[in-house]
């Protein structure tokens, strides 16, 4: 079956050691996107790729980054993981859709990130 | 910035029951969506109305927009345990989905 797949389901790291975060897609989705949940919260979007057109939030902070190096696979890599980066992280896919805006998001299962 | 925020929070109603949770947003949109996230899982789409769209059904679910109110509202029909979970409110709009905080349904046996 198409999916989006997240790689690991949990992961730790210390504080302060560079993590990443990977998310593979069969659905052949242009779009990809990285959103960080914290218990109980609304998910937040951090980027999006559309192809490989990098889109950062105004607010995602400098210490998240992405790479997208081919259609099925993109990677978020936290350089400095401080205490409040322990989340969940979820990958999404989308088409842009005829209308650009009018298709549902695809989410895999989430990376559930510690930090020691 | 727009932002879907749901209203209950919390919902616990037997099985069998109807559910229904609200959503208010605050700009305007090219659509609506409503996810479902188990615990510990990711979100799975279930059901989009467009911001031309009045209400919409799909299966056991109902979903209404007012765009006047700027408000949605997700109805869950004959409610089951399997339906147990988180549901979001997302509103698209500016090229962005702004999810709302979500709702816990717990549907007992």
């Known amino acids: 079956d198409a999916m989006v797949i997240q790689n690991p389901r949990y992961q730790v790291t210390q504080f302060g050691k560079p993590v990443t975060l990977s998310c593979s897609q069969t659905?052949?989705?242009?779009?990809m996107y990285w959103y960080q949940q914290k218990s109980s919260q609304a998910p937040k979007l951090l980027f999006h790729?559309?192809?490989?057109?990098?889109?950062n939030e105004a607010d995602t902070p400098d210490n998240f980054q992405s790479r997208r190096p081919n259609t099925s696979f993109c990677f978020l890599d936290i350089r400095s993981p401080g205490l409040g980066d322990a989340a969940m992280y979820l990958c999404?896919?989308?088409?842009?859709?005829?209308?650009?805006?009018?298709?549902?998001?695809?989410f895999g299962d989430g990376t559930r990130l510690s930090i020691l | 910035s727009q932002q879907g925020e749901e209203d209950p929070q919390a919902l616990s109603i037997q099985e069998g029951e109807n559910a229904t949770m609200n959503c208010s947003y605050k700009?305007?949109?090219?659509?609506l969506q409503w996810y479902r996230q188990n615990s510990g899982r990711g979100l799975v789409h279930l059901i989009l109305?467009?911001?031309?769209?009045r209400e919409k059904h799909s299966g056991r679910l109902r979903v209404t927009l007012d765009t006047s109110k700027k408000s949605s509202s997700l109805l869950i029909t004959a409610s089951r345990a399997a339906d147990t979970a988180s549901y979001f409110c997302?509103?698209?709009?500016?090229?962005?989905?702004?999810f709302g905080k979500g709702n816990q349904v717990v549907v007992i046996p």
């Open positions: 999404a896919t989308s088409t842009p859709g005829t209308a650009g805006s009018n298709q549902p998001q695809h």
């Open positions: 659905l052949n989705h242009n779009v």
């Open positions: 790729y559309y192809d490989k057109d990098f889109n």
């Open positions: 700009t305007s949109i090219n659509n």
């Open positions: 109305i467009r911001s031309n769209e």
């Open positions: 997302a509103a698209r709009g500016n090229n962005r989905l702004a």
